[in-house]
């Protein structure tokens, strides 16, 4: 691998400071162990490192190779040995695309299809590599302690995490979800995970209080020293990790050359990324690699009818006292978008003191307004929803024209991009994230397409979509049809952390 040789100068060792300061920067591996800093904030690098390959030299690569050459230039501290056994463990026969990600031309757009992996949704993209981050930055800062990932998860992150962290040496995982809170399939898919270190528990509760639960085992220092003392430490897979927020940067690199090596594009010619948004992780990505050089136009936010982003990008006010509403694109389903915080902290000029009240503001009082200078620096992004309606409309008129099916999620990103074309008349070549397959969401996407979803269960939609859609099935979602049920423990919330410890083979 020619390529990886010559860009294998270290960087500058890029260290990562808190949103909401009070802490001396650190290392991007203890930025990873971490999580969050001290003070509750968000790691941010101290300054944006840049491409350091030309654009015409990324068209040539493999995705493994792009990952390599966007992912060295954040995690400054891991050797290139580190990183690239990182990258080879997490890209591999776990995608069912040896592309890793797919781009597809529909209807006036790219889609960058980020579902190929375990479990059919983009999180798997972040979440393949994250445990082989996790396990090398232990190593690099002495833990010599066992990582045991507690999760609470209403269906997808959990088993996302599952899949990346399974019969990864070093690691052991637990993931709690509310027994009666999950669809059969999202539970089905959990229960069958194979791996030695892997565990998932039903709680008699809802989702709130598995969460409350891990949140209260996380800060119980009884408990940490008791698994302490057996070698053991507590950590989170969650979606503020910097670790899951890099590995996202790749992919629109890889977009990007992928149009140049199609001849779509002009070398340095910018374009539009359109992104289904809930939590603002993957978004903030797209924003990422503009800063480190990729040529890009405008960051189009889309959210569903829990348009608190919308709102936030047209007055300036991030409000959160609204009714939270369900909607058919589930993982968009947020009032509070966490990595947000890492924009507010750009827009403030890098001021953590600025940053810290208006975190401070929406915790205590539900709301907070930036200045019209810092509304200024988010002028790269345009924000707009899709209703329900217009959602569904979406995926009729994605598949009417182009015979391509596309998930709910993706279908907001699509619904936003055409309003922001007719708005704008702005004709930059587009890239719509494409966050779930189809399959995920079969039930919703057979009714948008007009079939009827009566009585039949997933699978045997799932059967009808195969033929309408002409795309096979994934095996994600085959493979579970007749997999053994391989996890049966349901406990009681105030049992959990009894089960983590006889997980643990630890006796009170
Ligand atoms: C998590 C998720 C999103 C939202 O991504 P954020 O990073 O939270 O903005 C969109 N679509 C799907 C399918 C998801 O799973």
Not at 270 to 293: D, H
Not at 324 to 338: E, G, V
């Amino acid at each position: 691998m020619t390529v990886m040789e010559e860009g294998a100068n270290n960087p500058e060792e890029i260290r990562y400071i808190s949103t909401r300061g009070g802490e001396a920067p650190v290392t991007a591996s203890m930025a990873i162990l971490k999580g969050l800093s001290d003070q509750g904030g968000l790691y941010v690098p101290e300054s944006f490192p840049h491409l350091d390959v030309p654009l015409e030299r990324l068209a040539q690569m493999t995705y493994k190779e792009l990952a390599f050459v966007v992912m060295r230039l954040f995690l400054g501290d891991f050797t290139d040995e580190e990183l690239k056994t990182c990258i080879d463990r997490a890209y591999d026969k776990k995608f069912d695309t040896p592309n890793i990600a797919e781009m597809k031309q529909a209807d006036g757009a790219w889609y960058l299809e980020l579902f190929h992996g375990a479990t059919i949704a983009f999180k798997d993209m972040a979440l393949s590599v994250l445990p082989h981050l996790m396990t090398t930055a232990a190593r690099k800062n002495q833990v010599d302690k066992e990582i045991v990932i507690l999760t609470a998860t209403s269906g997808d992150t959990g088993k996302a995490a599952l899949a990346g962290f399974a019969n990864v040496p070093g690691t052991r995982i637990v993931v709690f979800y509310p027994k009666n809170g999950v669809s059969p399939i999202q539970e089905k898919q959990m229960v069958t995970q194979q791996g030695e270190n892997t565990c998932v528990i039903g709680i008699r509760g809802n989702f709130d209080d598995a969460q409350t639960a891990v949140k209260r085992m996380f800060g119980d220092s009884g408990l940490a020293e008791t698994i302490g003392n057996k070698g053991f430490c507590f950590s989170s897979a969650n979606s503020i990790n910097i670790g899951r927020l890099i590995p996202q940067v790749v992919y629109y690199v890889y977009a990007y050359a992928c149009l140049l090596a199609k001849g779509q594009i002009r070398v340095g010619e910018e374009i539009n990324f359109a992104v289904p948004t809930g939590n603002f992780g993957n978004i903030l990505a797209a924003y990422y690699a503009k800063r480190i050089g990729l040529p890009v136009k405008k960051l189009i936010c889309a959210s569903n009818e829990n348009k608190v982003l919308f709102d936030f990008f047209r007055t300036g006010i991030y409000d959160r006292r609204r009714d939270f509403i369900l909607t058919s694109s589930p993982s968009m389903d947020i009032l509070i978008s966490s990595n947000l915080e890492r924009l507010i902290y750009f827009a403030a000029g890098n001021d953590p003191k600025v940053c810290a009240d208006l975190m401070r503001s929406l915790s205590e009082q539900g709301v907070y307004e930036i200045t019209s200078e810092m509304r200024q620096r988010t002028e790269g992004f345009y924000g707009n929803y899709l209703s329900e309606e217009e959602t569904f409309r979406t995926i009729g008129r994605v598949y009417h024209n182009a015979s391509y099916v596309i998930d709910t999620h993706t279908a907001v990103g699509a619904g936003v991009y055409e309003k922001y074309k007719e708005e704008t008349k702005d004709e930059t070549t587009t890239v719509i994230a494409s966050t779930a397959s189809p399959y995920k969401f079969t039930r919703s996407v057979m009714k948008a397409l007009g079939e009827e979803t009566g009585d039949e269960d997933d699978f045997a939609l799932a059967d009808r979509l195969e033929k309408i859609s002409g795309v096979k099935i994934p095996a994600a979602v085959d493979s579970i049809r007749t997999a053994p049920v391989l996890h049966k423990q349901v406990v009681d919330i105030d049992d959990m952390p009894g089960a983590v410890l006889a997980f643990l083979g630890i006796t009170a």
